[in-house]
């Protein structure tokens, strides 16, 4: 689904974010980012949805390779992506149902369709019967769940989750791995990008791990740690 091959990124200020990053995210895996502050998570989910380019190597998205895809293609890309946001980015004067709606919308659907699939969005996220709410009604955790409904509502084949619990206790935080995993068991992919390693600990997912822009727990680490 996602394969880095030899990636780095320096941003034009010089401030190298990743420097030849390799893994690969099976289609239909669920796995864990983490690394410390600066360590490069939100740069690596950056360069898969194409909001920043990578400096050297190669990024796949479905075997194709977009590192230079041309810009009029990035929507297409970013059709078969769902990305959740720490801080959920909802629109807070539009209603719950516009909110999860706008990307269906960009997309030209019918009134009907769309009526449709955000009840259906809306109904996976145990918020059936809130299209009406404003987010301000709502608590931080159904906050967080409305931008789910909006990442999913589209059916993207990836999901793309940038410190998704940050703002939640550990039970509303094991809440959203739930419904992640939900997603994940109807065959989407799912990538989390967290600090959070207590809730790591409690899932048994693969964890990929940044150290200053490097990826760790690759053979050449094993043959250096060996070293050591
Ligand atoms: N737009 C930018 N311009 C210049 N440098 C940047 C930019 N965005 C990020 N960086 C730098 O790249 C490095 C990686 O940042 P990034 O935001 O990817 O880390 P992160 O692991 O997501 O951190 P955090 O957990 O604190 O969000 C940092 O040194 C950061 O200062």
Known sequence: MIRFEQVSKIYPGGQKALTEVNFHLQRGEMAFLTGHSGAGKSTLLKLITVIERASA????????????????????????????FQNHHLLMDRSVFDNVALPLVIEGFSLGEIRKRVAGALDMVGLYGKERHYPIMLS???????????????????????????????????????????????????????????????MKYRTLTLRQGRMIGGEADIVESLSD
């Not at 998205?61 to 990305?83: C, E, F, S, T």
């Not at 998704?164 to 935080?173: A, R, V």
Request: aromatic share 4%.
């Open 57 to 84: 190597g190669k990024v796949y998205i479905n075997g194709h390779d977009i590192a230079h895809i041309k810009r009029q293609h990035v929507p297409y890309l970013r059709r078969q992506i769902g990305m959740i």
């Open 140 to 202: 931080g955790g159904e906050q967080q769940r409305v931008g789910i409904a909006r990442a999913i509502v589209n059916k993207p084949a990836l999901l793309l989750a940038d410190e998704p619990t940050g703002n939640l206790d550990p039970k509303l935080s094991m809440d959203i791995l739930r419904l992640f995993e939900t997603f994940n068991d109807a065959g989407t992919s799912v990538l989390i990008a967290t600090h959070d390693l207590g809730l790591i600990a409690r």
